[in-house]
Every structure is written in structure tokens, then in C-alpha cells.
């Protein structure tokens, strides 16, 4: 109940490709869906979040789809570039300050 | 923007020592701070919630005596790992929020190596 499921564990896509990250949740408490972006040695920094009364939310480059009815929620990432590459957390709380359960991450390269 | 801010940032000590991590929020007040530990190449996973003047609540399977938690104040929460092992060595990350709508932030970790 929760678990977040993450896939891919890892991904090498070209500059200016979009890669897609998915994750999956079981429990319908949840109601508030960050992704994190994490460089070696580093914590995680938020990127975009989304709530369930929405299915899909823009930032910048960064978009993230959301599907209610199946539990799902992914990121896109438009015209990727070299700094992009870094390993991607999508997490769950219900609640948005509450404690965080993480996906397993995905390690994207972006190659030139 | 919210800031959270972890000492050290790197720690090597010796097997049986006991070491402290401090987690402050600089331009906010945290009653509640959350502490994840995460393993080479791994995800994160939630350790215990340390709550400003009261006992912690730790997830489950965390050992409570060996990772003692205070949380003295508003702005600052720490863990001491207590007679640790190379068992213990990992990456903790700690993490507030200002305000109950708004998202958590993250410290930029400690790296605790066990010889």
C-alpha cells in the first residue's frame, strides 16, 4: 500500500529528446505528487509537484502527467540537455508537507 | 526560498563511535522535520519524523535507540547514530517544510563512512 513504483531504472536519450519517466502508487491517500532531481552527492531538489485534481501541470521544460483512475503519474522532460542528466524521484505523501514515500529513481543520461 | 541546511556534510569515524548530525531551517521554523537515509544507487527511505518538543516517530524496522533523535527547537533537529557501525555508513538526508501547504525541502545530506 506504500509502495512507488518507478521504471525505468535508467535511461540515455540524446540533447533535445524527451524522455519519460513513470511511476505508479497504490494508495488513495495520496494526495500530492513531487518529482525530485538529485545530483551525486547531493539531497533532492523539488522540481514540479502535481494534486490529483489535475492531469497534467507544466513548469518550464518539466511536465508531469497524471491519471487518477489508474494511479499513475509521469514526467516529461521537453529539449533535455546535457545538465539534465541526474537520477529522478518521483514520490507520494498525503499531505503536502507530510512524510514522503519515494519511487526507486531513474538515472538519465542526456548524450550530446 | 526555504532553506535547510545539514552539518557535516561528510563524517569518517572510526566503528563504535557515536556521531551527531545537525539539521537547522535558516529563514523558516520546522516543527517537523523528517530524516531519510539512502544507500549507494539507491532511493530514499524515511527514517523517523522528529517532532519539535516531543518524542520522534520512527518508521518501521528503525532501531530508536540507535538512531536517537532530538528536536530541541523550531529551527534545528538532530540525529545521533550511536555506537556505529560500517553497517551504518550511508547517505542522511534530512528534510522540512514551512508551512503545511507548501512542499518539503531537502538538506544536502551527510556522508557518514564507517571504518
Known amino acids: 500500500q506504500q509502495q512507488v513504483k518507478q521504471s525505468p531504472q535508467s535511461l540515455i536519450v540524446q540533447k533535445g529528446g524527451i524522455p519519460i519517466i513513470n511511476c505508479a502508487y497504490e494508495?488513495?491517500?495520496?494526495?500530492?505528487f513531487p518529482w525530485y532531481q538529485q545530483f551525486p552527492g547531493k539531497g533532492p531538489a523539488l522540481l514540479i509537484a502535481?494534486?490529483?485534481?489535475?492531469s497534467e501541470k507544466k513548469e518550464g521544460r518539466f511536465t508531469i502527467s497524471f491519471n487518477k483512475s489508474a494511479k499513475q503519474f509521469s514526467l516529461h522532460i521537453m529539449d533535455s540537455q546535457p545538465g539534465d542528466s541526474a537520477t529522478y524521484f518521483c514520490?507520494?505523501?498525503?499531505?503536502?508537507?507530510?512524510?514522503?514515500?519515494f519511487g526507486t529513481g531513474t538515472r538519465l543520461q542526456v548524450t550530446l | 526560498g526555504a532553506v535547510v541546511s545539514q552539518h557535516p556534510s561528510r563524517v569518517i569515524c572510526k566503528s563504535g563511535t557515536s556521531v551527531k548530525i545537525e539539521c537547522r531551517s535558516l529563514?523558516?521554523?520546522?516543527?517537523?522535520m523528517f530524516w531519510y537515509r539512502q544507500f549507494p544507487k539507491q532511493s530514499l527511505m524515511l527514517m523517523a519524523t522528529?517532532?519539535?518538543?516531543?518524542?520522534?516517530?520512527?518508521e518501521q524496522g528503525v532501531e530508536k535507540d540507535k538512531f536517537l533523535i532530538n528536536h530541541a527547537s523550531l529551527t534545528l533537529s538532530t540525529l545521533t547514530v550511536t555506537s556505529a557501525h560500517p553497517e551504518d555508513s550511508s547517505f542522511y538526508i534530512c528534510?522540512?517544510?514551512?508551512?503545511?501547504?507548501?512542499?518539503?525541502?531537502f538538506g544536502d545530506g551527510t556522508r557518514l563512512s564507517i571504518l
Open positions: 528534510s522540512a517544510s514551512p508551512r503545511s501547504n507548501q512542499p518539503q525541502h
Open positions: 529563514d523558516f521554523q520546522a516543527t517537523t
Open positions: 522528529s517532532n519539535e518538543g516531543s518524542k520522534a516517530t520512527y
Open positions: 494508495n488513495t491517500a495520496f494526495d500530492y
Open positions: 514520490a507520494a505523501s498525503a499531505g503536502t508537507a507530510s512524510k514522503l514515500t
Open positions: 502535481i494534486r490529483p485534481d489535475v
